[in-house]
């Protein structure tokens, strides 16, 4: 992994990317009442290049982040012909962005690993009967029906500002 101090101009130390994990690995929110907690944001290339910015109920597990989504929904059609993307969350003290492709998930053990993360989280999902998709008593309106797809997308690179002292402004290419 290559780290760049994009704050050294300014006295920052580099950021670790350890730390950043860290803070992902335990999903914590900017601030215990934070209206936003839980929000992340998924950015996708529409055909004509443009980008395409919506909240995902992503999770970071086993250090990518996942996401589901309908077939013909704008993200699931621009991952299916671009998988080019990035996801931008806030944790305590931190801002990150990852940049990678997403890849759809089929392995049975993997989509039940991911479900289970999301049931523990509150939403009941649980891989359908196919085994390579998912499904759940509720989801957004603008996903369709199920079963939804998974997806996984392995850091490419990443940056992310810290906001506690010392403070820190480093991008990761992995």
């Known amino acids: 992994m290559e780290t760049i101090n994009l704050g050294a101009r300014d ?18 929110a900017p601030a215990p009442d934070a209206p936003n907690s839980r929000t992340t944001w998924l950015t996708t290339l529409n055909e004509d290049g443009s ?21 013909t929904t704008r993200k699931g059609r621009n991952v299916a012909r671009d998988p ?20 759809r998930v089929t392995e049975p053990g993997a989509l039940a690993r991911i479900a289970r993360a999301w049931a523990d989280g509150g939403w009941p999902a649980e891989p359908d009967a196919s085994g390579t998709g998912i499904t759940a008593p509720f989801n957004a309106p603008s996903q369709g029906p ?21 403070g820190g402004l480093s991008r990761f290419r992995f």
């Open 51 to 71: 980008p395409h910015v919506t909240a995902v109920g992503a999770l970071w597990l086993d250090g990518a982040f996942w996401f589901q989504t309908g077939a």
């Open 11 to 28: 006295g920052l130390p580099p950021v670790d990317w350890a730390t950043v994990v860290e803070k992902l690995d335990a999903r914590s």
């Open 146 to 166: 199920p079963p939804w797809l998974v997806y996984r997308i392995e850091p490419r690179s990443a940056t992310a500002v810290v906001s506690a002292e010392p």
């Open 84 to 103: 080019r993307c990035s996801v931008a969350v806030s944790v305590r003290d931190a801002d990150i962005v990852v940049e990678g492709d997403a890849a």
